[in-house]
């Protein structure tokens, strides 16, 4: 009898210990799941809440879920995605290539975006298409691998960038524009004080060195008439001499004419007398042709011939100073209703843009004699007589001059004098 009660008392204190077991089991069973359903609606809501866009897709590269932002991004309801092949989101070349890529990871495990990230494009539902920012996160699952894609729409981030940039090239630009104006007005104001300075030297420099050059020019001339077994060379040194006076004297004369206001006496002329004015006393080198065409032109017209000829005379000279090593110069007209344009074109070494801007600059020269104001004062005789003066070079090319001087007025054009 006593066995029996102990053997009851011992089953019953298993029954209990057992049943107190269970109800723990059962309660940790309840906690665990209550755990996990918590955390499977903390994953949801962060899954649905996401400002970027999340994707999850298996290694058959079929999207398997996407968030709502997600959907609004690229346009799509839910079920038009899930269940679909995650490169319905790109744009060519990329939709044909994704499968590829994604097979090329998983037979060498040559990461070009998992882990990484990178800007691509995406496309909506309607084609169009737009920059994002890619991630992608690597899961090893019972199932197999997962990817999950963070996807953030970086269209505004670009535009601004677009808009900080064009902002940029135009600050840029206006500093350029800014600095070309400071340098342009730098240059005017050393032209002007380089120019006061000559005006103030050039009455001086008139008196001081003409008066010598002319006692120079005197003694030569007595030498060379006075001589008589002159042999070449001595003939050439006095030619040398007289081409070194004129040379000087026409710079002295430049100098004058510049820094002075000159004076014109406008009546009406021979084209063909200024263009012979224009080529009296030009020194024309041997290698050096100068073609003028016949006949002369009989076309009148009318200003100061003395000015238009120096101004022919200025263009011959710089187109003979620009060939150095030989060419040809020609002298051609074109005649209009109102005017005729004289072009004096070279065979020489041209000019750079840069230098074309400046060929009417006084002070302005890239020759390595004269002090540039050949042209700049042809350009102003050419106003002073109504006309006008430009220039066009290819560097290797040579240079064309254009001077344009107004027709002399016909009987027909003159005012009556009948009342």
């Not at 994707?55 to 996407?66: H, K, L, P, Q, Y």
């Not at 006095?238 to 014109?264: F, M, Q, S, V």
Request: glycine residues 8%; proline residues 4%; contains cysteine.
């Amino acid at each position: 009898m006593e066995v029996l009660i102990f053997a009851l008392g011992v089953a019953a204190g298993a029954l209990l210990w057992w049943l107190t077991k269970g109800r723990r089991t059962a309660e940790a069973l309840q906690k665990c799941e209550a755990e996990l359903v918590d955390r499977q609606e903390r994953h949801q809501s962060l899954f649905d809440h996401a400002v970027e866009g999340i994707v999850t897709m298996g290694e058959d590269r079929v999207i398997r879920s996407i968030n709502p932002a997600g959907l609004k991004m690229f346009g799509y309801e839910k079920h038009e995605l899930v269940g679909q092949n995650v490169r319905v989101l790109m744009p060519s070349p990329d939709r044909e290539a994704h499968d590829g890529y994604v097979h090329e990871y998983l037979k060498t495990g040559h990461k070009k975006i998992i882990g990484i990230g990178r800007e691509v494009l995406g496309m909506r539902k309607d084609g169009s298409t737009f920059p994002l920012e890619l991630s992608v996160a690597e899961s090893h699952l019972a199932s197999g691998r997962s990817f999950t894609g963070i996807l953030r729409d970086v269209t505004e981030r670009k535009r601004a960038e677009e808009s900080l940039r064009q902002v940029n090239d135009h600050l840029e630009e206006l500093v350029k524009e800014r600095t070309r104006a400071l340098e342009e007005a730098q240059e005017t104001l050393v032209r002007k004080e380089r120019l006061a300075t000559l005006g103030q030297l050039a009455g001086s420099v008139a008196h001081e060195v003409r008066n010598p050059l002319g006692i120079v020019r005197n003694a030569a001339y007595y030498l060379e008439n006075t001589a008589t077994d002159l042999d070449d060379d001595a003939r050439e040194s006095h030619a040398e001499i007289r081409r070194g006076l004129a040379r000087a004297d026409r710079i002295i004369t430049e100098l004058l004419d510049y820094a002075r206001d000159p004076k014109t006496r406008h009546a009406e002329f021979s084209l063909a007398e200024a263009i012979r004015q224009g080529l009296d006393g030009l020194a024309v080198p041997r290698e050096v042709t100068v073609h003028v065409p016949c006949p002369e032109p009989d076309e009148r017209c009318h200003g100061d011939v003395e000015q238009v000829g120096q101004i022919l005379n200025n263009l011959l000279v710089n187109a003979i100073q620009a060939m150095p090593d030989g060419g040809m110069v020609s002298i051609a007209w074109e005649p209009t209703d109102d005017a005729v344009t004289v072009v004096v074109t070279d065979t020489g070494v041209g000019m750079t843009a840069e230098q074309l801007e400046k060929v009417f600059e006084p002070l302005f020269t890239t020759k390595t004699r004269g002090i540039g104001l050949g042209l700049a004062l042809s350009q102003r005789y050419a106003e002073l007589n109504g006309g006008r003066l430009t220039a066009e070079s290819v560097p290797g090319k040579g240079a064309t001059f254009r001077f344009t001087i107004p027709r002399a007025p016909t009987t027909d054009s003159l005012p009556s004098t009948d009342d």
